[in-house]
């Protein structure tokens, strides 16, 4: 593996640079953009009427019946005589299946109660029900006179109504609550715009949390004046964009920026973000951009900030070839209408963000709407260390720590990913019990972010040892040898959870911004110097060449393609990069014919920055041997150690 750290531009345009392997992708800001509000409240409500429903079949089963019947003591036979004959039975029911007799008699408070007693082969029974007399001298009613059961209306009234009724009134209230949490409406108050309230207060964020982006923050500040001093502005007759799109990178501080706002202009701040208007039921979306503009409208002066608009935004056409998506539509409709229909003197602004402003709709970005754009880019070196030094202020940091060393070795890092290292080395120190962070943590956390884990239990074997060693060496030694390279701070072989046996990092002295042809080829040269090295020393080759090969690829591709740096194409454009603030792929925009001709140009320059990495290393065998075993010894070696190697006679 091979990290050359360093945003090599042109034109801001991004070609290698601070490019973690796959496996450490998936890492990149996971930890920082943590994913706000409460999960899916409609999966909740299903288990909360899963429940209930077991719930509700139980007590049918279980609870009921008893409840329903009613309380009923057992007595002796001769206690029922003897009540008969004192004449406070009132009622009498034989049981002849069941073998029971129950009666009704008041009990010491007056209340009637039930009795029960066996029913016992007594010939005389009936002649003495007969004749006894009930309580105030009525005579004793006898048989199908006392209920047992409540009626069947009641009793279904209590077992299935009254739960159901119960259960759904519990779960709409539960509902209604999780929706007004995560500032949504429900079924029952269709269209009701889930924006949230910022208050300033609320969002706690002011300029001063954003480091760098000076430019974007001064555009930002205009607006902020404008909401105190409106009329500042509408004196002179200008007046101010209605929109603004902060458009960059992810990571970048686009959201930040937008609660800094929020924070400064002390005025209300409904915040959204764009896939919240997409949801649920159709029609829904459109409805909620209506709300949140009539509450805007209502509590002007306001800030409105839809985030990652572009879920929304996105260009009408083509969506229309693949079955279209008609909400989205009517949902991005509405918000046009609704932009034109305000007027901006009333100090409504809206602001929003996106990472794909190539993905919008064009009539969004029309003078009117959005017409301001205020580009949130990756931070340049100054800006890193600002960053570094406000997410510093975090933790617990060393007073000698060198920020700018840092930023150095983080070129092309997004302020989410320089805030992530803070926090990686911040565990590194908890994890050696130490109260303070320091350097050292700061550049492991650097490594952990581009190389992944250090895998120190993963135990090579002493021959693969030795090919990682002669791999590495030889990037380091192809590297150093060539002029204009930046200088090698660090070779190891400790393996990594991304895959790596070992790399070699080598960090410039300062932030270019142009790449010459010479430098581009020479970083190719050095990209195949591992592999190289094991040709020479071992006359043949492994694996551990894989991500060499495929960044080797890739920018000897951009060489042909974007760059116009191949002697065949001249500057011939054959890619159009799309979402250039995302992955920045490429799609090749040329006739298979020079499609095929790019490729046979491609491998040239690959197999002459090859031949060039291995002539050097044949001219440094013995360098190379002895800087591997070095390597091999030690393990992790330092940029200095390794150049002290390199000029001793
Ligand atoms: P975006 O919306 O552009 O994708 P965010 O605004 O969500 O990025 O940034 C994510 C996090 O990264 C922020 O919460 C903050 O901690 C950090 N961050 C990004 N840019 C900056 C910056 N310029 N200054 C300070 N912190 C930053
Ligand atoms: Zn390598
Ligand atoms: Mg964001």
Known sequence: YFFHIGRICYKNEQVGGFAPPCAAKNQ???????????????????????????????LNALVFPRM??????????????????????????????????????KDENGRERLYRTALINDPGRVDRLLQASGPDGAAVQFGGVIPTQASPLMNLLVTVVFPVLLFVLVGQLLMRFMMKKMGGGNAMTF??????????????????????????????????????????YNSIGATLPKGALLVGPPGTGKTLLAKAVAGEAHVPFFSISGSEFV????????????????????????????????????????????GGNDEREQTLNQ??????????????IILAATNRPETLDKALLRPGRFDRRIPVELPDLEGRAAILKVHAKKVMMDENVDFMAIARATSGASGAELANMINEAALLAVKQNRRIVRQEDLMEAVETVIAGYQRKNKVLSQREKRIVAYHEIGHALVAARQSDSAPVTKITIVPRTS??????????????????REEAFNKIATFTGGRAAEELIFGSYTSGASNDIEQATRLARSMVTRLGMSAEFDMMAL??????????DAALACSEGTAEKIDREVLAIIRSAHEKAAGILAENKEKLH??????????????EEFMEILHRE
């Open 28 to 58: 990149k800001g996971g930890c920082v953009m943590k994913k706000e509000g409460p999960k899916n409240p409609k999966k909740a409500i299903i288990y909360y009427y899963i429940i209930a429903l077991v719930v509700l079949l139980l």
């Open 499 to 516: 895959g790596a046996l070992g790399y070699t990092l080598q960090v410039p002295e300062e932030e270019t911004n142009l790449l010459s």
């Open 626 to 639: 002895e800087l591997a075993n070095f390597l091999m010894e030690r393990e992790t070696i330092t940029g």
């Open 279 to 322: 949801e649920m039921f159709v029609g829904m979306g459109a409805a909620r951009v209506r709300d949140l503009f009539k509450q805007a409208a209502d509590k002007a002066p306001c800030i409105v900030f839809i985030d990652e608009i572009d879920t929304i935004g996105k260009s009408r056409d083509g969506a229309a070839g693949m």
């Open 575 to 584: 890619e159009t990069v799309s979402g250039p603030y995302l992955s920045g």
């Open 191 to 232: 269209g009701k715009s889930n924006a949230k309230v910022y208050v300033e207060a609320q969002t706690g964020k002011t300029f001063a949390d954003v480091a760098g982006q000076d430019e974007a923050k001064e555009a930002l500040a205009e607006i902020v004046d404008f909401l105190h001093n409106p009329s500042k």
């Open 335 to 348: 918000l046009l209408t609704e932009m034109d229909g305000f007027d901006g003197s009333k100090g409504v």
């Open 68 to 105: 329903m019947q009613r309380q009923v003591s057992e007595v002796t036979y001769n206690q029922f005589i003897a009540d008969l004959d004192a004449g406070k039975v009132s009622a009498v029911e034989e049981n002849e299946s069941e073998g029971t007799i129950t009666y009704m008699m």
